[in-house]
């Protein structure tokens, strides 16, 4: 909004030029998302308790110390992020980008399944929530009509084919299969988001590594000079791309002053779902899928523990872990959540920095 206002009366007004460059617009994300998250957080904080009379359900078949510390916290909590992120991406984003409406699209997509969820959840007192075969079925639709959009705009030589990092101009075609892959990217990205909120902090740092990650992508891959410099595929209009991950931060950052132990308020399904959704349709964007794997591969690892958790249970009737996801295995070995949470942190960094080198190793 503000870039289609301004940007015109640049050449008459001081200062205005400013609004021309991504950089200068992806800090006033940041800023707006995270002054809208403190802004709006009490007051929200406060209506959800008043509408949750018990918090969020808390699984009685997980940690046991999760009844007694986590018990009538409120969920909901992503819809803070989402009313954050969606503000100042319009207020900051080109609003003629047609990454930037795709990106939001699924965003917001993920988080209404993620709500319905949550508020089955609070309304019927049970952690099942929205039948899993449903939400997955939603989550791909809306991942496939995604995926056909982003097709549409990207240089069709590029469209349909998956880059491989590390391997200048290596390009694998998949043709009419690319939709299907890269609906699994969104959808599986969000659901790995989801499985890893699980303790106060621990998904939501790794979110804004992921997305400060990918905002540098995203900047890279839509400017032709440094994308040929650096050898990665230029797909023209994705840089603005760059803006909508600087208000993901922004509201993400909002959101752990709230979630910071002990947790006022948790993001629930509502949250997790639509940023890692997002992750997802941003690396699909901009031609970074595989790298998307290892910057969020603490998600990947969480969401590997507890596939090989029921695949190893059902084959041979025992478990590889003591509780899945990961982070509950070690709870179960008896670490306290702060330990688990900052060292998951500090994988992530070391992941996300792996995952930023492959732009480099050509």
């Given at each position: 909004?503000?870039?289609?206002?301004?940007?015109?009366?640049?050449?008459?007004?001081?200062?205005?030029?400013?609004?021309?460059?991504?950089?200068?617009?992806t800090g006033g994300a940041v800023m707006?998302?995270?002054?809208?998250?403190?802004?709006?957080?009490?007051?929200?904080?406060?209506?959800?308790?008043?509408?949750?009379?018990?918090?969020?359900?808390?699984?009685?078949?997980?940690?046991?110390?999760?009844?007694?510390?986590?018990?009538?916290?409120?969920?909901?909590?992503?819809?803070?992020?989402?009313?954050?992120?969606?503000?100042?991406?319009?207020?900051?984003?080109?609003?003629?980008?047609?990454?930037?409406?795709?990106?939001?699209?699924?965003?917001?997509?993920?988080?209404?399944?993620?709500?319905?969820?949550?508020?089955?959840k609070v309304t019927k007192r049970s952690?099942?929530?929205?039948?899993?075969?449903?939400?997955?079925?939603?989550?791909?639709?809306?991942?496939?009509?995604?995926?056909?959009?982003?097709?549409?705009?990207?240089?069709?030589?590029?469209?349909?084919?998956?880059?491989?990092?590390?391997?200048?101009?290596?390009?694998?075609?998949?043709?009419?299969?690319?939709?299907?892959?890269?609906?699994?990217?969104?959808?599986?990205?969000?659901?790995?988001?989801?499985?890893?909120?699980?303790?106060?902090?621990?998904?939501?740092?790794?979110?804004?590594?992921?997305?400060?990650?990918?905002?540098?992508?995203?900047?890279?891959?839509?400017?032709?000079?440094?994308?040929?410099?650096?050898?990665i595929p230029y797909v023209p209009g994705?840089?603005?791309?760059?803006?909508?991950?600087?208000?993901?931060?922004?509201?993400?950052?909002?959101?752990?002053?709230?979630?910071?132990?002990?947790?006022?308020?948790?993001?629930?399904?509502?949250?997790?779902?639509?940023?890692?959704?997002?992750?997802?349709?941003?690396?699909?964007?901009?031609?970074?899928?595989?790298?998307?794997?290892?910057?969020?591969?603490?998600?990947?690892?969480?969401?590997?523990?507890?596939?090989?958790?029921?695949?190893?249970?059902?084959?041979?009737?025992?478990?590889?872990?003591?509780?899945?996801?990961?982070?509950?295995?070690?709870?179960?070995?008896?670490?306290?959540?702060?330990?688990?949470?900052?060292?998951?942190?500090?994988?992530?960094?070391?992941?996300?920095?792996?995952?930023?080198?492959?732009?480099?190793?050509?």
């Amino acid at each position: 909004m503000l870039y289609e206002f301004l940007v015109p009366l640049a050449p008459y007004v001081p200062g205005l030029n400013l609004f021309r460059y991504i950089t200068f617009r992806t800090g006033g994300a940041v800023m707006t998302a995270l002054v809208v998250s403190f802004l709006l957080g009490p007051w929200l904080i406060r209506w959800l308790r008043l509408k949750q009379k018990g918090g969020q359900p808390i699984r009685t078949d997980g940690p046991e110390s999760h009844i007694l510390t986590k018990a009538g916290t409120p969920t909901m909590g992503g819809v803070l992020i989402l009313i954050a992120m969606a503000v100042s991406t319009l207020l900051w984003a080109d609003p003629r980008n047609g990454f930037v409406w795709t990106v939001l699209l699924v965003t917001i997509g993920y988080g209404l399944i993620g709500f319905v969820d949550d508020y089955l959840k609070v309304t019927k007192r049970s952690s099942g929530g929205l039948p899993g075969r449903l939400k997955l079925a939603g989550q791909t639709v809306i991942g496939l009509v995604a995926a056909m959009v982003l097709v549409k705009l990207t240089d069709p030589k590029l469209a349909t084919s998956i880059a491989v990092p590390v391997f200048k101009d290596l390009l694998i075609p998949l043709g009419m299969a690319f939709p299907i892959f890269a609906a699994f990217v969104m959808v599986g990205a969000s659901n790995a988001v989801n499985l890893t909120d699980g303790l106060d902090g621990l998904a939501i740092v790794p979110v804004m590594i992921a997305a400060a990650c990918f905002a540098l992508i995203a900047y890279l891959a839509g400017n032709v000079i440094f994308s040929n410099y650096l050898g990665i595929p230029y797909v023209p209009g994705t840089g603005e791309l760059a803006v909508v991950c600087g208000a993901m931060i922004g509201a993400s950052l909002g959101f752990l002053w709230f979630n910071a132990p002990p947790a006022m308020v948790f993001m629930g399904d509502t949250g997790s779902l639509a940023t890692g959704g997002a992750l997802g349709a941003i690396a699909v964007a901009v031609k970074h899928e595989l790298v998307l794997a290892i910057v969020g591969g603490l998600f990947v690892l969480e969401a590997v523990s507890v596939i090989v958790q029921v695949v190893s249970f059902k084959l041979t009737g025992r478990r590889v872990f003591r509780m899945a996801p990961l982070h509950h295995h070690f709870e179960k070995k008896g670490w306290k959540e702060p330990t688990i949470v900052i060292r998951f942190w500090i994988i992530a960094m070391i992941l996300a920095l792996v995952g930023l080198s492959t732009l480099k190793l050509r």
